[in-house]
């Protein structure tokens, strides 16, 4: 089995800034290769003010819904990702299947 090795300190640093900004996003990291390189992160769901929402439904006449229903959408799942740097020096990041 051959082992990987970073060809490219440049692309390297491009994984490590994109790491630093989901990290400054509110992700945190659940697992980690630093053979491949490979980082799984983790972001939990937020509750959203539901009292506050409504207030704005209410002062809209009912256009704030499609917000509110963006943000149950959106914000309401655990979501997991995987940011890696393959074997050309590319950063990519894919969407992981949560529980």
Request: hydrophobic share 40%; with cysteine; proline share 1%.
């Amino acid at each position: 089995m051959k082992s990987y090795q970073l060809t490219n300190e440049k692309d390297f640093a491009k994984f490590q800034q994109i790491l630093s900004n989901k990290i400054r996003n509110g992700f945190i990291v659940i697992e980690k290769n630093d053979k491949l390189p490979y980082v799984v992160l983790s972001k939990e769901k937020k509750q959203i003010d539901s009292s506050l929402q409504l207030t704005l439904v209410f002062a809209t006449l009912g256009l704030w819904s499609i917000v509110w229903f963006y943000l149950i959408i959106s914000l309401s799942r655990k979501k997991q990702i995987l940011v890696a740097l393959d074997e050309d020096g590319n950063v990519f990041e894919e969407k992981c299947l949560s529980n």
